[in-house]
């Protein structure tokens, strides 16, 4: 079972989305991600450099018979790293779910 | 708001279902074509009844190779669209594409058994079974493959 550990990289919101569209596939067309998060390609890209930077996750560019002309599709795919850090901060997540509400203070 | 935070219950809840949106968004978005899995046993279905056409086309090879063009293409066509590479990671995802090779095989060696005993028409019974099983075998491979993304 995965030990609940709060990861500051993976807690902003977008790059916890991220990981989540990548953690079970071999890898995500950088399109998906954005049609899949509805977020411009710039906040995107912006958090793909720092997940890559924390060697959470990779980019791929390979050529594609999807595309008409000469650009390459980029893949973004989970490296291990990046995948113990999403598992440990989900079940950080869970585990905060579960845990019984604060009593409020008696007067 | 400060990032390095630890999220409160109701925060983290919402990021949970969030995660649950987007992986049934996944999902969803790996649904192929409709079309591929009956185009695709349709390919199978006809290249099991290839040696009854090739006893009545002398150009004899001209139609298995049409076929695996045809099937190549489609396959490209639909795979294209899904913006995903998945691989199956469970046994039974492996054993089942290997089972449907394993009885395409079986069924092109009847129909060439039916044919050399001069039964050509009854080439139609492994040409049939071969449309079913395909068709079946597909959609429950996706099926297995979908399951496994939100596992």
């Not at chain 1, 890898?27 to 954005?34: D, E, F, S």
Request: net charge positive.
């Amino acid at each position: 079972m995965t030990e609940p550990r709060f990861d500051e990289v993976i807690h902003a919101p977008l790059r916890l989305r991220i990981c989540g569209l990548t953690r079970h596939v071999d890898a995500v067309g950088y399109q998906r991600i954005v049609d899949t998060l509805e977020v411009s390609p710039a906040v995107v890209s912006k958090h793909l450099k720092v997940l890559t930077e924390h060697g959470y996750v990779k980019v791929d560019k390979t050529s594609s018979l999807a595309r008409s002309d000469s650009r390459k599709v980029a893949w973004v795919s989970i490296t291990d790293t990046g995948r113990d850090a999403f598992d440990g901060h989900v079940a950080m997540l869970r585990q905060i779910t579960q845990e019984p509400a604060e009593q409020p203070a008696r007067s | 708001m400060n990032t390095t935070e630890k999220p409160n219950a109701p925060t983290a809840q919402q990021q949970l279902h969030t995660l649950e949106q987007d992986s049934s968004r996944l999902e969803k978005s790996t649904r192929r074509p409709g079309f591929l899995a009956p185009a695709l046993a349709l390919i199978a279905a006809f290249w099991v009844s290839s040696p009854w056409l090739k006893n009545l086309d002398s150009d004899g090879n001209s139609s298995t190779y049409m076929t695996s063009l045809i099937a190549v293409i489609v396959v490209l066509a639909a795979a294209g669209t899904t913006g995903l590479r998945t691989r199956p990671k469970s046994r039974i995802s492996w054993l089942g594409p290997i089972a449907l090779v394993i009885g395409l095989l079986a069924c092109y060696s009847i129909s060439h058994g039916l044919v050399a005993s001069g039964l050509a028409w009854w080439v139609v019974v492994p040409a049939v079974v071969t449309f079913v099983c395909v068709w079946r075998g597909l959609v429950v491979w996706e099926r297995l493959g979908r399951a496994e993304l939100r596992s």
